[in-house]
């Protein structure tokens, strides 16, 4: 019984978890908002106590990977992620920022564009797009900062998702991923459960498995590209993708037992994310004010 209601709690949160993936009543702005800083509510999930952003900030410079997860296009979650890629190294040397937003394909150009951009000269953003081959997907007015930030900075920018054939390749051919935690049948049952609603539950049972298929493949592409990152490493992702209940952090403690990984999600105020799925849930308005 107690299992049962367990899975519903669960599956309630991952579907607002993924709802604080995708819709938005707003588009995000490109000016630098402290307000998500200067009153922030931050809740360690461990003791449900409140914490200030520089008491965040001073746990996160000791932990050496951390995974931020986000609202795509929340500019609150935006502004906190370049807050964070900003304060972190005054604290301590950063080993790497990973984002889910490039690909192993772009990882060149990303490597070559900063020894460029790092250095004397000066590109404007619609040449930096091009010269990295950014995927319009990702909005440049949301990402644009973070890359260019990361780009002059002296730690490595990487790509953490996987390239588009290698998810075509995948959903003709879905790949078999070995696991205890990140594979578990109820795991996999929650993926499957959130993809579908996501869609208007109108995905029949093959597409649905070809698309969990797909989804743990790019956790578990994220999770070996945090552990072969240089320490200390932060990888913005999605808060699908950043879950300790089913996404990158099952697939580290999978493929790497001994190895530490602190998630913070930001979540929307009103949502009903729980603290099951990060160490800290830092609670933001669902979308900036003009």
Known sequence: MFYSISKKIFFISVL????????????????????????????????????????LLAELATKPRVIIGEKHDNAYHHDIEYWLMTELPKKRPQGAILLEMLTPSQQVLVDNTKKRYSGSEYLRDERLMQTLQW???????????????????????????????????????????????????????????????????????????????????????????????????????????????MGVPLHISDLAPNQSVTVVIMAEEGSDITGAHADYLWITPATLSH
């Open 16 to 55: 607002a978890l993924l709802s604080a993936c995708h819709s938005s009543k707003k588009s995000p702005s490109q000016t630098m908002d402290l307000s998500a800083i200067n009153s922030a509510k931050i809740i360690d999930t461990q003791t449900g106590k409140l914490i200030s952003a520089d008491m």
């Open 135 to 245: 995927n319009a997907g990702w909005p440049w007015k949301w990402y644009g900062n973070l890359v260019k930030e990361a780009l002059s900075a002296d730690y490595s920018l990487l790509a953490a998702n996987i390239d588009r054939n290698e998810i075509t390749q995948a959903y003709q051919h879905p790949p078999i991923i070995e696991g205890e935690k990140s594979t578990a049948p109820f795991v996999r049952q929650l993926i499957l459960e959130t993809i579908r609603v996501a869609h208007g539950n109108e995905l029949d049972k093959e597409q649905g498995e070809k698309m969990t298929a797909i989804q743990q493949l790019r956790d578990r592409a994220m999770a070996q590209h945090l552990l072969a990152a240089p320490q200390p490493a932060l990888l913005i992702a999605g808060s699908f993708h950043a879950s300790k209940v």
